[in-house]
Every structure is written in C-alpha cells, then in structure tokens.
C-alpha cells in the first residue's frame, strides 16, 4: 500500500491527547493513531466504507470484486447494494491474452 501525506487541523487538546498516546509508547507516530482512528470509524460506520467503496468502483479506480471486499461484503450483496443505488455494473471485456487464457483452461 503507497503513503500519501494530507495535513488537516484539530484541536489543540486532540492533538495534545495524540501526542500523549505516541510518548508513551502506544503508537509509534501520530500518523499511525489517525490510521487506527480512521479504521474504527469505519468498523462502527459500515455505511461510510460502502460509501467510499461505491465511489471507488464508480471512478473505475477498483474492480467491482475488490469494492466488495473492501466493502466488507459478499459479491451478490454488493451487487444488489449497487443496484439500489441506480449504478450499472461495469462489465470486464479483457484482452486477447486473457480471452485465449480462458479459452486453453476451457
């Protein structure tokens, strides 16, 4: 997984709770605290990380497999959950290489 690095601000007494947590040996960084943060957030807020992974399928920016597992989802629920939201399922066509791949297991 790549790093990107995004700056926002908090208040003072949250970052001064953070800072706590990373002096004692809880956390190695801040950054790593923010990471757990954001994964809680989205455990407790299963609709948040569907909402982030639709937005990621609809950008094509992963496949419909990976937003379902990202989703935390099985395949046929996520589809449905597409379906309600009115978004077409995008079909793979693949290569050459890959139709011919299919073809010698077939």
Do not use: C, Q
Request: proline share 2%; charged share 40%; hydrophobic share 30%.
């Amino acid at each position: 997984m790549t790093s990107a690095s995004t700056s926002f601000s908090i208040p003072e007494t949250m970052k001064d709770e953070i800072d706590v947590l990373v002096e004692s040996g809880e956390y190695t960084s801040r950054s790593d605290v923010m990471r757990d943060a954001f994964r809680t957030f989205l455990r407790k807020n299963p609709e948040k990380r569907t909402r982030i992974t639709v937005e990621l399928y609809k950008k094509g920016e992963v496949s419909l497999m990976r937003a379902a597992e990202l989703a935390e989802m099985d395949l046929e629920s996520y589809k449905e959950e597409l379906r309600e939201r009115g978004i077409t399922l995008k079909t793979h066509k693949g290569s050459e290489e890959e139709k011919e791949e299919v073809e010698k297991r077939l």
